[in-house]
């Protein structure tokens, strides 16, 4: 079993920055890549960003490469979401996801998923 939790959301300005972090317990973080999804109010779920294990390699959507930028610390079992110039389309809640499978664009590749943290971005 893996306990994800999410913290860090909040309403920001068009143009501000977050810092979401990951918290992992059970098995740890670092047994599997780490994505990040998010989701607007009646849209579906979609990929935000992936880190792999040893943190040596990242992957976004198109629509925040250069803006967000992941991370991690392996021993504090942490993954963390560093959202810049952040726009009123970046607003949903937040998930992070333990990586199970290798199409890791898509919601079917994580088994463990956190609560999600609401993000609100204010035009």
């Known amino acids: 079993q893996v306990q994800l939790v999410e913290s860090g959301g909040g309403l920001v300005q068009d143009g501000g920055s977050l810092r979401l972090s990951c918290a992992a317990s059970?098995?740890?973080?670092?047994?599997?890549?780490t994505g990040w999804f998010r989701q607007a109010p009646e849209k579906e779920r979609e990929f935000v960003g992936l880190?792999?294990?040893?943190?040596?390699?990242?992957w976004y959507a198109d629509s925040v490469k250069g803006r967000f930028t992941l991370s991690r610390d392996n021993a504090k079992n942490a993954v963390y979401l560093q959202m810049n110039s952040l726009k009123p389309e970046d607003t949903g809640v937040y998930y992070c996801a333990a990586q199970s499978g290798p199409r890791f664009t898509e919601v079917s590749a994580y088994d463990y998923w956190g609560q999600g943290t609401q993000v609100t971005v204010s035009s």
């Open positions: 880190i792999t294990r040893s943190g040596a390699s990242t």
């Open positions: 059970g098995r740890t973080v670092t047994s599997a890549g």
